[in-house]
C-alpha cells in the first residue's frame, strides 16, 4: 500500500472518512431516536427487532455481526426486548452453544408499528439528498459505500443487506400509503 499512496493522502482521505461519518451518523441517530422514542425503544433495541424480523429469526451472533454490534450489546438489549415480550430466546436442537432469537406476535406488530409511522419528513437525510434527487430523478446509489462496506464485512453481510431491502420492497401491505418520498420518486420515474 505505501507504493499506491502516500501517508499524507492515506491521513487526509481516512480524516474526511472519519469526519463525513461521523456527521452522517449524528443525523440519521438523531432522526432514528426521534422516529422510535414513541414505542419506547433505543436504536440497539429498535435494530435488533428488525433484524430478527428480516431474517425471520437469528442467532445472537447474527445480531452482533449484522447490526454491527458487540455480542454481549445484542444479548443484553435482546434479553430486555425478551422482558417486554417482543422477543423470545431459544435454543436448536441441533445447536445447544447458539442463542437464537424470534420476535413474538407482539414484536412484529410494534415493529410494523413502527414502519407504518415512519414519516420521510421528519428525516434529515432524505431532507439533504432531495436536490439530487430533484436533479437526478433518483435517490443517490451507494455503490462505492457498498463495495467499501463489502471490503470491510464482506459478501455474507451484504447479502443479507441486500435481502433486507428485498423485504423492505416486498411490504406495501405494512406500508399501505405510498409516502411523500415515494409519490415523488413515482412521479420523477414517469417523467424521464
Do not use: C
Request: proline share 3%.
Amino acid at each position: 500500500m505505501k507504493d499506491k499512496i502516500s501517508k499524507q493522502d492515506a491521513i487526509f482521505y481516512s480524516h474526511k472518512m472519519a469526519q463525513l461519518s461521523k456527521a452522517l451518523w449524528k443525523a440519521i441517530e438523531k432522526d432514528w431516536q426521534d422516529w422510535i422514542k414513541p414505542f419506547k425503544l433505543n436504536i440497539n433495541e429498535h435494530h435488533i427487532l428488525w433484524i430478527a424480523y428480516h431474517l425471520k429469526g437469528a442467532s445472537i451472533s447474527e445480531i452482533s455481526k449484522y447490526g454491527v454490534m458487540h455480542v454481549s450489546t445484542a444479548f443484553n438489549f435482546s434479553k430486555k426486548l425478551e422482558e417486554r415480550g417482543l422477543l423470545q430466546f431459544s435454543k436448536r436442537e441441533n445447536d445447544k452453544r447458539n442463542t437464537y432469537i424470534e420476535l413474538t406476535e407482539k414484536g412484529t406488530d410494534l415493529l410494523e408499528e413502527t414502519l407504518k409511522e415512519y414519516e420521510p419528513n421528519n428525516n434529515s437525510v432524505l431532507r439533504g439528498v432531495l436536490p439530487m434527487t430533484e436533479m437526478y430523478g433518483k435517490l443517490p446509489e451507494f455503490l462505492d459505500l457498498s463495495a467499501l462496506i463489502k471490503e470491510i464485512y464482506g459478501d455474507e453481510y451484504m447479502e443479507i443487506l441486500e435481502r433486507s431491502l428485498e423485504n423492505i420492497e416486498d411490504e406495501t401491505d405494512i406500508l399501505e400509503n405510498p409516502t411523500h418520498i415515494e409519490a415523488y420518486k413515482s412521479t420523477t420515474s414517469k417523467s424521464s
